[in-house]
């Protein structure tokens, strides 16, 4: 196997971190291709916990290469705290993490102008975004504005790209927000001083991934966000600014689709999501309290609660035919546990009319009601589990019928946050 893919299938946060950990055992380089410090994987080892925002969840093993593929934005800021956080924990980076050469820098006039947009007191939609910068600087990058970690160590072209950008900025800064102009001096002096400190990670990431495929190594494209974040197949506008779904994978690392071999998709048991947009099956009762309670859904980067609900049937299957998936691995089935009754949306009812697949127009996600099917919780313990016969016949049940509603295999399950955690079949 060359290239595995591992894609979130939901809204986000269904356990990818996890499972990458899991994976990463038997891999050689483990690799983020999109999106930036707003991820948040979470992975447990024995008593630790670690979330890694930026880095791929693969440094928690020795002896593992580590890339920041290009398709990712790298906040140098946060990227450091982050290597600071794992040295206290014991996990040092040095010669197995690489950053690309090509990856584009969240530049503190994005994050500014992220949460600028976002407070309210501009016309526009509101996102929910993570204030991580994100949309500003994809924006930047797909404009031709933006500043690439290559330019650090150029310090003139640096300041002169600075210099371009802040005209701009200044602009929309002062007249739609009434901000003072960016100090841009003190940005480059700001971002040498990251330079000093970076550069030993920054490396040709493109060459790097394609000789480890071609020398028969084992490569893991650790993804961020869910595919319903994904900018073009997501609920648009309430999506992230990069395409978190496959298509991301070579875009973000450079590498051909051939290579990929195995596409595995994670999904939560149930749905969740954070920020604004459609969610039909969102359960803003005490059931939905309960999942949220028992899955301690909070979130990772932001700590704001998760909206949670039954597992979503229509945006499984979309998954799941969008990206290819090969099989799934289905997280969190420990949560359902404390259910006497469990629901799966198999269809939308949009104005009186029932949808077996995800409409691309998102006012019509907005409007959709779910159409579920009932079945039986099991009401005991799967929490721990690592094997499949110990789970109960409703759990099987259900695990086979999420088979057959998104339409392909469940080859992991995972049963908690704990590395043995997980039933693999
Ligand atoms: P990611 O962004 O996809 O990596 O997911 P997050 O780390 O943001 O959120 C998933 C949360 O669920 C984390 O706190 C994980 O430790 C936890 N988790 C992952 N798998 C399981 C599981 O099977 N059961 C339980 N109870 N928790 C899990
Ligand atoms: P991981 O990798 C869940 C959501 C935000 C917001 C929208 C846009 O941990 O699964 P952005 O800051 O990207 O411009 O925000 O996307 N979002 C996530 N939700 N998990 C994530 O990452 C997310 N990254 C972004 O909450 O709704
Ligand atoms: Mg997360």
Redesign the pocket.
Known sequence: MSVQAII?VQW???????IVDILSEDKDVIARYAGGAN????V?VADQEYVLHLIPSGILRKGKICVIGNGVVLDPDAFLTEIEILGEKGIEVDGSLFISQKAHLIMPYHKQLDKASESGETIGVKIGTTGRGIGPAYSDKASRLGIRVADLLKPDYLKTRVEHAAEIKNTVLKQYYGQKPLDTAQIVEQYLGYAEKLKGFIADCGPLVRKAIQDGKKVLAEGAQGTMLDIDHGTYPFVTSSNASISGVCSGLGIPPKDISNILG?MKAYTTRVGEGPLPTELNDKVGKQLREH??EFG?TTGRPRRCGWLDGVVGRFSVAINGMDTIAL?????LDHFAELKICIGYRIDGVVHNEMPDDTDLVARAEPVYENHRGWMSKTAGMDKYDQLPDEAKRYVDRVEEVVGTSVSII????ARD?VIVR
């Open positions: 979130g986000g946060d269904e356990g990818k971190g996890k991820a948040g994987h979470t447990v994670i899955g301690g990772a997280t969190k089935l420990d949560v995972s049963t908690g946050q955690s």
